[in-house]
């Protein structure tokens, strides 16, 4: 990833000197502009570089909305890309955002192994501990063995005989101070309590998490006020 | 789990290569790509044949909506899934692609650890 990396700032380098020309002739609203924006608010974040990808979103949506983007919204990219490339090989004046850390446990219940240990990854990445089961009868038939947990973290939609709902009604019957944040691809599905949707970015993991272990342990659960 | 070919679309060398990290993550999948929608269509035309196609929507020459229109045309493709790679997520957009044909779209920048399990709820999703 790290070749990446440096490859994305040699073509930030590219951009840049063309983004500066287009504002240098006033026509920030030229194709060029739009083409340079729209692919940098697509990648920039994969690569680790989130704040140019939102400085170029920002020149993006003006074109998406079918007007231009004003002198102010491309010459902040301009900004961002000159910050980046300017930058000596150590610097990384672009690096991810401060990650939202914390200490507690948190159960991960998840039947797909590629998105449990990536929810597992992205969780120890951030300082958690981490417990995890397939489905909601392993965490159940788990719980008493479990080290205590401050939250559960599952997909709605599990195989087996206990779905995320009520798995969660059940761990808050026993341990009402346990919040719950639930996970699903069904855009659907959105409105139940605590909730991100599928696919969900590392850092947006982290940082719902955060919120909801700092939130009051009650609207936890799907369909509590 | 179902094993599934995987024609990936993209104009930008460096997402092709990310992409290809992402989806090798998931052992069930294999993985063509191609630079361009001439490049899909060509390979399409000599006897790949996909389980679905990731397309990104904005590519010089031919877009993603363009490639989606040929590749109809060919026999055997007129049913292949499509999704669209887009850094446009404005629901208008959205509902957009998918009224021209696409089973579903996956916004960028996609989170690289879970672009297979992107690519499987859409096509859940449309019932494949």
């Given at each position: 990833m790290e070749a990446l990396r440096q490859r994305f700032r040699e073509r930030a380098a590219r951009d840049l000197d063309l983004?500066?020309?287009?504002?240098?002739?006033?026509?920030?609203?030229?194709?060029?502009?739009?083409?340079?924006?729209?692919?940098?608010?697509?990648?920039?974040?994969i690569f680790g570089f989130p704040q140019v990808g939102e400085a170029a979103r920002a020149v993006d949506e003006a074109f998406a909305a079918g007007s231009r983007p004003d002198r102010a919204s491309l010459e902040g990219l301009i900004a961002r890309l000159a910050a980046l490339t300017s930058a000596g090989a150590g610097a990384e004046p672009?690096?991810?955002?401060?990650?939202?850390?914390?200490?507690?446990t948190i159960l991960i219940v998840e039947d797909d192994e590629l998105l449990r240990a990536n929810a597992e990854r992205a969780l120890?990445?951030?300082?958690?501990?981490?417990?995890?089961?397939?489905?909601g009868d392993e965490a159940l038939a788990r719980l008493e063995a479990l080290p205590p947990f401050q939250l559960l973290f599952t997909d709605l939609t599990l195989p087996g005989a206990v779905g995320g709902e009520a798995l969660a009604?059940?761990?808050?019957?026993?341990?009402?101070?346990?919040r719950v944040l639930f996970t699903s691809g069904r855009a659907a599905e959105a409105g139940m309590g605590h909730f991100i949707a599928k696919p969900w970015r590392r850092d947006a993991?982290?940082?719902?998490?955060?919120?909801?272990?700092?939130?009051?342990?009650v609207e936890t659960g799907p369909g509590r006020p | 789990m179902t094993r599934l070919h995987v024609l990936h679309v993209d104009d930008e060398p460096d997402i092709r290569e990310v992409a290809a990290m992402s989806l090798d993550l998931d052992p069930s999948m294999s993985l063509t790509s191609?630079?361009?929608?001439?490049?899909?269509?060509?390979?399409?035309?000599?006897?790949?044949?996909?389980?679905?196609?990731?397309?990104?929507?904005?590519?010089?020459?031919?877009?993603?909506?363009?490639?989606?229109?040929?590749?109809?045309?060919?026999?055997?493709?007129?049913?292949t899934p499509v999704i669209f790679m887009?850094?446009?997520?404005?629901?208008?957009?959205?509902?957009?692609?998918?009224?021209?044909?696409?089973?579903?779209?996956?916004?960028?920048?996609?989170?690289?650890?879970s672009l297979a399990a992107s690519?499987?709820?859409?096509?859940?999703?449309?019932?494949?």
């Open positions: 983004l500066r020309r287009c504002l240098a002739a006033d026509d920030p609203g030229a194709a060029a502009v739009e083409t340079t924006a729209h692919k940098l608010a697509g990648s920039a974040a672009d690096s991810p955002e401060t990650p939202v850390r914390g200490a507690e120890r990445g951030h300082g958690y501990q981490v417990v995890c089961a397939a489905d009604r059940e761990i808050l019957r026993l341990r009402p101070d346990v993991l982290a940082a719902r998490v955060r919120e909801v272990l700092d939130s009051p342990p | 191609a630079a361009s929608g001439a490049e899909a269509l060509g390979l399409l035309e000599a006897g790949c044949r996909p389980d679905v196609i990731l397309l990104d929507v904005m590519m010089p020459e031919l877009d993603g909506p363009g490639t989606l229109a040929r590749l109809r045309q060919l026999p055997g493709h007129e049913q887009t850094a446009r997520a404005q629901s208008s957009e959205l509902s957009r692609y998918i009224a021209l044909g696409a089973v579903g779209v996956i916004v960028k920048p996609f989170d690289p650890m690519v499987r709820d859409a096509l859940a999703g449309a019932g494949g």
